[in-house]
């Protein structure tokens, strides 16, 4: 085999997406990418143990000067081309390596035989197709994906983005049992025809694929192709496939967690309020246990406290604009709870108006109200053409 690229920009562009997931594991060949060339043009594989990518690159974009196949380890390949910015390079394979030269450089990259490089499995069952935006189907990922776990939850259902299409909307869903957030999405009809309103679709995306694939997916077209199926995600953009394993396991349901009975709800100014958020995580940042405590009066103003019981080591106040009047009960002045101050940072970060309300509400536990006060937290704006919340549970 042996072709040449007239801009080595251009060949890195093509090969990183297959040598992002060439990862080391517990198959060796995932360290490597595949490369054919024919006639046709060029195609690149690169797989690992829950998902793989697939390239196909135009013969008018290449030139292929000799047929042939290869299997080249993915680092060092897709590092050495990166260094030769926009020139002409060459990828020749010798007997028992691949020649990666510009001009007087060369480079020796290890290869393996093709032979033994698997074949990434392909989904059987029906799938159903859906054409969305690229940058909205990345904007939905990245406005949930820090309600993920952080670390694997035993609960193999948290540990990715649930992805729920009806109703004309595609709904982005993350929760790691403490925050939840939900993001809704429009689908453009004239892209879809062919999807019916009863069409239902709900699958589970492992966070792997969500943080080191489709979050940094970059194509040349502005549109992607869904495939799903039962098992299945295959995404379509330009000349680039990508192929992933789904979570299977059930997700919950969020109307078992959302409050049923409204407290009230505050406006706050994202600036000055995530301001005060990252005083109290500067000063909480030694502190064993990250409890914020919130005293809410009806006029508006927020007293924070931060710490437990006598070791208070911040205390702060914020005045709010008044949404809803605060809903005061057991003939207190105000209403009291407390959160992780770092769960709150992270929700209110994820929301990009100036402005941001904050609803409080009785927490519900499998369908059943508690004594304890959670947070719903959405942007405000009559402009959006979408809907965002995120919620917060309380700490004791």
Known sequence: ????????????????????????????ATEFIAIGANNSGMAVI???????????????????????????????????VKT?????????????HLLLSSGRSRIRCDVMDTDDFPIPDQPTEKTIQLTVNLNSF???????????????????????????????????????????????????PELNPHLKAETQIAITIPKKIVNESLCNLQSESEE??????????????????????????????????MPKTSLGSLIVHKKSFGQLLDRVSVSMSDVRVPRLGLDINPSGLIT??????????????????????IVIENLADKLQTAFNYGYLK????????????????????????????????????DGLNYYQFSLVIPMR
Not at 1 to 28: G, Q
Not at 304 to 325: H, L, N, S, W
Request: charged residues 20%; hydrophobic residues 40%; glycine residues 6%.
């Open 304 to 325: 924070f406290e931060g710490g437990v019981g006598t070791d208070i080591v911040v205390t702060d106040e914020y005045t709010a604009a008044v949404a809803q009047p």
């Open 46 to 80: 690169g797989l690992n143990d829950i998902s793989s990518y697939y390239r196909s690159v135009a013969a008018d974009l290449i030139e292929v000067m000799t047929d042939g196949s290869v299997a080249v380890k993915a680092a060092k390949l897709i590092g050495a």
């Open 138 to 188: 990345k904007y939905g990922l990245v406005k949930v994906r820090g309600c993920m776990p952080q670390t694997d939850d035993v609960r193999t259902a948290l540990n990715g983005i649930h992805l729920k299409i009806e109703r004309g909307l595609m709904s982005f869903i993350a929760t790691d049992g403490h925050k939840i957030s939900c993001i809704k999405l429009p689908i453009d």
């Open 1 to 28: 085999m042996k072709v040449r690229c007239s801009d080595a920009s251009k060949l890195a562009y093509w090969l990183s997406h297959a040598a992002s997931i060439a990862k080391k594991s517990t198959n060796p």
């Open 84 to 96: 030769y910015g926009k020139q002409a390079v060459t990828l020749e394979k010798k007997d028992n």
């Open 346 to 381: 992270t929700v209110v970060s994820m929301i990009d108006t100036d402005q941001v309300l904050l609803s409080f509400g009785k927490t519900v536990v499998n369908n059943k109200e508690i004594n304890q006060i959670s947070v719903v937290v959405s942007p405000v704006s």
């Open 224 to 257: 992607i192709v869904l495939s799903i199926c039962d098992t299945s995600l295959a995404v379509t953009t330009g000349s680039l496939r990508l192929t992933a394993k789904l979570i299977d396991d059930n997700y919950p349901e969020l109307s078992g967690v």
